[in-house]
């Protein structure tokens, strides 16, 4: 067997190595996923961003994929600024809460995300405005035509930061001066970071996340703006939590839990290695193959059939009688040795004699025979008749 | 699983397989320890016989020291289609068994047998120990010696009725004198020899043999309608059984029997003669013989039997009509080849109409169909007729029948002298 088809299988082997080298060779293509991961280099990961908070942030600076919520259940809540980028981002009434209970505490949490939902920023005062993020990589190229500056600026200031207008369609609308301070906004004049104080804390909504991203901070002097928005956090540790961007970084399948509970993980592998020592025992041949040969086949049924029904078609039922009195006369004369010819009482009787049936049943029959006989058509009442009544004399003599 | 319940369980499972593992590790050791083995030996005939049931036997040794489970499977041919040889055996230490088996195969040529897989395991039963043992083997299957075995010793011991076969009353004297013996009740008054009756002073008679040295062929047609198969078996292979088996027949009754086949030539001629190796040869024309199922030539047997065979022979054809036209077509040859010798016809039931002549049909076409099929079947009555009309002897027979009914017509026209 393998000798037959070690040609295909060096050709098969060959192509596959062909296929992985190709891949290996090609160049990479840009993933132009939007992550804000700490680890992506890709224009829409946060690397750069990372690398700067770690030599620039006075703190430490923490990562994780913790809900707000989560960090609320924590005893020692690692740093006293919390950041949050996202693209949507939404919380349920549990986080809600723990927003604001974390605000109360003294922490200082930045949202920068493209959407919010409204129950959080309802609760603000605040609404954001153009929703919708689309991304158009064709138009990346073109001029930047959108600036960012912060009102500690003079109007007449050069903006810190641009980026085309793609990547910073939203700002706020916001209805509460009082409670809210703005703290940047675009060429166009719309506000782009607000802070609102809570508590001892604040809540700092950025409606650019994009500035965040490698795209963004390598660009001219951008970095500068990302910098002074920082600032307005105040020093100590920063937790940065990826969860509202890629949830959670780990496996979501039952086996995870499975896998963390000893006696399941044991019966698990238990069950994992017997099926395994199963398959590689059980799957080897327990003896040689047996071709499957058709054995020659008495085809005279099938053939008989197709004749009958070539004869059923034509429904002669008068021929097919014809052929059936013969079988009987034949059958009379030579199994029975009766001749029909002689008087038709005398072969009654013998017949009678001979099938241990009643004179009358076998008068009946010659009778019907005659019948017959002497009929241009019969029906197929008439044929069924016939043949059973013969069936009934004959059948058990 | 339920430590995961009762926490303080999973201690007690750990244990529990701890303890599984030592049973495992101990099973090996009684399974693949140093000497201790497992020997199965095949058992069977250099040759078998077609159609009929063939003994295999199995000899297992077990070399363990302890009582051991067996299952063992036979590699058998991949011809029988049976993948049931499967057998299992429980065996004590050091103990020996045989397993039997038939197999019965249906057609001729050689057939391979591989190894015998013996899986051993002990009373424990978590580990299986495989054996690959027995040889590969080839073996030749013959035309049906059993049955040519089993008529020889009947023939022998004039128990043929056993079989089916007829006593036929015979016809007149024969005049072949073979010896004296002493009157028994029964004999015939005018078979008394009154001169050795004066001799011996008691009541002597003559006895008298067949005539011998009579020539007996075996005709067979290899043609299309031999393809047919019985149980398996191809109508060729019952004429080849049943021309082994009447040859022999013919040879110890001391005539010469001798072997023709064709088809749409004239294949195989192999001369009568009683010679101590005749049957031989008759075997080994038979067992060589292949076909392609062609339509047969029956004017080329005619023209060689007559250029052959000048003496007078009773010719044996094994053949197939399955209507009046197709034996219309062969019947002025079948005519001339009577006209020298003594001709019977031999062809076959169709056993397979059987179940539809029987049927009791529920509706019109199953009417149809049983009086067609019974059509059928009259028409193997009249070709019967036709043959008796123009003086041609036959046999009508069911496959299954066919050896007892040929020798039977043998022994009846044996006794009617016609040859």
Same mark, same amino acid.
């Given at each position: 067997?393998?000798?037959?088809?070690?040609?295909?299988?060096?050709?098969?082997?060959?192509?596959?190595?062909?296929?992985?080298?190709?891949?290996?060779?090609?160049?990479?293509?840009?993933?132009?996923?939007?992550?804000?991961?700490?680890?992506?280099?890709?224009?829409?990961?946060?690397?750069?961003?990372?690398?700067?908070?770690?030599?620039? @942030?006075?703190?430490?600076?923490?990562?994780?994929?913790?809900?707000?919520?989560? !960090?609320?259940?924590?005893?020692?809540?690692?740093?006293?600024?919390?950041?949050?980028?996202?693209?949507?981002?939404?919380?349920?009434?549990?986080?809600?809460?723990?927003?604001?209970?974390?605000?109360?505490?003294?922490?200082?949490?930045?949202?920068?995300?493209?959407? !919010?939902?409204?129950?959080?920023?309802?609760?603000?005062?605040? %609404?954001?405005?153009?929703?919708?993020?689309?991304?158009?990589?064709?138009?990346?190229?073109?001029?930047?035509?959108?600036?960012?500056?912060?009102?500690?600026?003079?109007?007449?200031?050069?903006?810190?930061? @641009?980026?085309?207008?793609?990547?910073?369609?939203?700002?706020?609308?916001?209805?509460?001066?009082? %409670?809210?301070?703005?703290?940047?906004?675009?060429? %166009?004049?719309?506000?782009? +970071? +607000?802070?609102?104080?809570?508590?001892?804390?604040?809540?700092? +909504?950025?409606?650019?996340?994009?500035?965040?991203?490698?795209?963004? !901070?390598?660009?001219?002097?951008?970095?500068?703006?990302?910098?002074? +928005?920082?600032?307005?956090?105040?020093?100590?540790?920063?937790? @940065?939590?990826?969860?509202?961007?890629?949830?959670?970084?780990?496996?979501?399948?039952?086996?995870?839990?499975?896998?963390?509970?000893?006696?399941?993980?044991?019966?698990?592998?238990?069950?994992?290695?017997?099926?395994?020592?199963?398959?590689?025992?059980?799957?080897?041949?327990?003896?040689?193959?047996?071709?499957?040969?058709?054995?020659?086949?008495?085809?005279?049924?099938?053939?008989?059939?197709?004749?009958?029904?070539?004869?059923?078609?034509?429904?002669?039922?008068?021929?097919?009688?014809?052929?059936?009195?013969?079988?009987?006369?034949?059958?009379?004369?030579?199994?029975?040795?009766?001749?029909?010819?002689?008087?038709?009482?005398?072969?009654?009787?013998?017949?009678?004699?001979?099938?241990?049936?009643?004179?009358?049943?076998?008068?009946?029959?010659?009778?019907?025979?005659?019948?017959?006989?002497?009929? %241009?058509?019969?029906?197929?009442?008439?044929?069924?008749?016939?043949?059973?009544?013969?069936?009934?004399?004959?059948?058990?003599? | 699983?339920?430590?995961?319940?009762?926490?303080?369980?999973?201690?007690?499972?750990?244990?529990?397989?701890?303890?599984?593992?030592?049973?495992?590790?101990?099973?090996?050791?009684?399974?693949?320890?140093?000497?201790?083995?497992?020997?199965?030996?095949?058992?069977?005939?250099?040759?078998?016989?077609?159609?009929?049931?063939?003994?295999?036997?199995?000899?297992?040794?077990?070399?363990?020291?302890?009582?051991?489970?067996?299952?063992?499977?036979?590699?058998? &041919?991949?011809?029988?289609?049976?993948?049931?040889?499967?057998?299992?055996?429980?065996?004590?230490?050091?103990?020996?068994?045989?397993?039997?088996?038939?197999?019965?195969?249906?057609?001729?040529?050689?057939?391979?047998?591989?190894?015998?897989?013996?899986?051993?395991?002990?009373?424990?039963?978590?580990?299986?120990?495989?054996?690959?043992?027995?040889?590969?083997?080839?073996?030749?299957?013959?035309?049906?010696?059993?049955?040519?075995?089993?008529?020889?010793? /009947?023939?022998?011991?004039?128990?043929?009725?056993?079989?089916?076969?007829?006593?036929?009353?015979?016809?007149?004297?024969?005049?072949?004198?073979?010896?004296?013996?002493?009157?028994?009740?029964?004999?015939?008054?005018?078979?008394?020899?009154?001169?050795?009756?004066?001799?011996?002073?008691?009541?002597?008679?003559?006895?008298?043999?067949?005539?011998?040295?009579?020539?007996?062929?075996?005709?067979?047609?290899?043609?299309?309608?031999?393809?047919?198969?019985?149980?398996?078996?191809?109508?060729?292979?019952?004429?080849?059984?049943?021309?082994?088996?009447?040859?022999?027949?013919?040879?110890?009754?001391?005539?010469?029997?001798?072997?023709?086949?064709?088809?749409?030539?004239?294949?195989?001629?192999?001369?009568?003669?009683?010679?101590?190796?005749?049957?031989?040869?008759?075997?080994?024309?038979?067992?060589?013989?292949?076909?392609?199922?062609?339509?047969?030539?029956?004017?080329?047997?005619?023209?060689?039997?007559?250029?052959?065979?000048?003496?007078?022979?009773? /010719?044996?054809?094994?053949?197939?009509?399955?209507?009046?036209?197709?034996?219309?077509?062969?019947? &002025?040859?079948?005519?001339?080849?009577?006209?020298?010798?003594?001709?019977?016809?031999?062809?076959?039931?169709?056993?397979?109409?059987?179940?539809?002549?029987?049927?009791?049909?529920?509706?019109?076409?199953?009417?149809?169909?049983?009086?067609?099929?019974?059509?059928?079947?009259?028409?193997?009555?009249?070709?019967?007729?036709?043959?008796?009309?123009?003086?041609?002897?036959?046999?009508?027979?069911?496959?299954?029948?066919?050896?007892?009914?040929?020798?039977?017509?043998?022994?009846?026209?044996?006794?009617?002298?016609?040859?």
């Amino acid at each position: 067997m393998l000798k037959a088809n070690w040609k295909y299988i060096v050709f098969l082997t060959g192509v596959l190595a062909m296929y992985f080298a190709l891949l290996y060779f090609m160049p990479q293509r840009f993933n132009w996923f939007v992550t804000f991961y700490q680890k992506d280099k890709n224009p829409f990961g946060a690397y750069v961003f990372k690398t700067l908070t770690d030599h620039s @942030w006075a703190g430490p600076v923490f990562t994780s994929n913790q809900t707000l919520y989560e !960090m609320t259940l924590e005893d020692t809540l690692h740093g006293n600024n919390i950041l949050v980028l996202c693209e949507n981002y939404s919380s349920t009434p549990e986080e809600l809460d723990a927003t604001f209970k974390l605000a109360n505490q003294g922490k200082t949490i930045l949202v920068a995300a493209h959407q !919010m939902d409204t129950t959080f920023t309802d609760s603000l005062g605040a %609404r954001i405005n153009r929703p919708s993020f689309q991304l158009y990589l064709a138009q990346l190229w073109g001029e930047d035509s959108v600036g960012l500056r912060f009102e500690s600026q003079q109007a007449t200031d050069h903006p810190l930061l @641009w980026l085309p207008d793609q990547l910073l369609p939203q700002y706020f609308e916001w209805h509460d001066p009082e %409670r809210a301070q703005v703290l940047a906004t675009n060429t %166009r004049g719309e506000v782009v +970071l +607000l802070r609102f104080p809570v508590g001892q804390g604040a809540i700092i +909504l950025s409606s650019t996340p994009m500035v965040f991203t490698n795209f963004s !901070m390598i660009k001219s002097h951008n970095h500068r703006f990302v910098s002074e +928005l920082l600032s307005f956090m105040p020093q100590g540790t920063l937790h @940065w939590t990826a969860y509202y961007q890629l949830g959670r970084m780990e496996a979501t399948t039952p086996l995870r839990y499975i896998l963390s509970e000893p006696s399941l993980k044991w019966a698990l592998f238990i069950l994992i290695v017997a099926v395994l020592i199963f398959m590689v025992s059980e799957a080897r041949r327990k003896q040689r193959v047996i071709p499957v040969i058709e054995p020659p086949k008495n085809e005279t049924l099938d053939f008989v059939k197709t004749i009958a029904r070539l004869y059923y078609y034509k429904k002669d039922h008068k021929d097919l009688a014809a052929k059936k009195i013969l079988h009987i006369t034949e059958y009379l004369r030579n199994a029975l040795q009766i001749d029909i010819n002689e008087e038709m009482n005398e072969v009654v009787a013998r017949v009678a004699a001979k099938t241990q049936r009643t004179p009358q049943e076998v008068k009946i029959l010659f009778e019907q025979i005659n019948t017959i006989s002497q009929s %241009r058509q019969i029906s197929a009442g008439e044929l069924r008749s016939l043949i059973d009544r013969t069936d009934q004399i004959f059948n058990n003599h | 699983m339920l430590a995961y319940v009762f926490p303080l369980l999973f201690a007690v499972a750990q244990l529990v397989l701890l303890l599984a593992l030592v049973v495992l590790c101990f099973d090996a050791y009684q399974l693949y320890a140093k000497g201790r083995r497992m020997i199965a030996t095949r058992l069977c005939a250099e040759r078998f016989s077609n159609g009929d049931d063939n003994i295999v036997q199995i000899v297992i040794e077990n070399h363990f020291p302890i009582a051991t489970t067996v299952r063992l499977i036979d590699e058998i &041919p991949f011809q029988f289609q049976r993948r049931d040889i499967n057998f299992k055996a429980a065996l004590s230490a050091h103990e020996n068994k045989i397993v039997e088996y038939m197999l019965r195969p249906v057609q001729r040529g050689i057939y391979q047998f591989g190894n015998i897989r013996v899986f051993v395991k002990s009373h424990i039963g978590l580990i299986i120990r495989r054996f690959d043992q027995g040889k590969e083997l080839k073996v030749d299957v013959y035309p049906s010696y059993l049955q040519l075995h089993q008529y020889e010793l /009947m023939a022998i011991h004039h128990r043929l009725e056993d079989l089916g076969i007829k006593k036929v009353r015979k016809i007149g004297h024969n005049i072949e004198f073979e010896h004296i013996r002493e009157y028994v009740v029964g004999d015939d008054f005018r078979t008394i020899n009154w001169k050795a009756t004066a001799r011996k002073n008691d009541l002597m008679v003559n006895l008298y043999q067949d005539e011998k040295s009579q020539q007996v062929y075996a005709v067979i047609d290899k043609g299309r309608m031999m393809k047919m198969p019985f149980e398996g078996l191809s109508l060729l292979d019952y004429a080849i059984n049943s021309a082994l088996v009447i040859s022999n027949i013919a040879i110890k009754k001391g005539d010469m029997a001798g072997l023709i086949t064709f088809d749409k030539t004239f294949d195989s001629y192999l001369p009568a003669g009683k010679r101590s190796n005749q049957m031989h040869d008759i075997l080994g024309h038979l067992y060589n013989q292949t076909t392609t199922f062609g339509e047969s030539d029956f004017s080329t047997i005619y023209v060689q039997v007559k250029r052959r065979i000048r003496r007078r022979s009773l /010719m044996l054809l094994y053949t197939n009509f399955e209507s009046i036209h197709s034996l219309d077509r062969q019947l &002025p040859f079948l005519r001339k080849l009577s006209q020298t010798h003594l001709l019977v016809v031999i062809f076959f039931e169709n056993t397979e109409l059987d179940s539809l002549v029987n049927s009791k049909p529920e509706n019109t076409p199953g009417l149809y169909q049983k009086v067609i099929a019974a059509q059928f079947a009259f028409e193997k009555k009249q070709i019967v007729k036709t043959l008796h009309r123009h003086g041609i002897q036959t046999v009508l027979t069911r496959p299954s029948e066919l050896s007892v009914q040929v020798i039977n017509k043998y022994i009846e026209l044996k006794a009617r002298q016609l040859i």
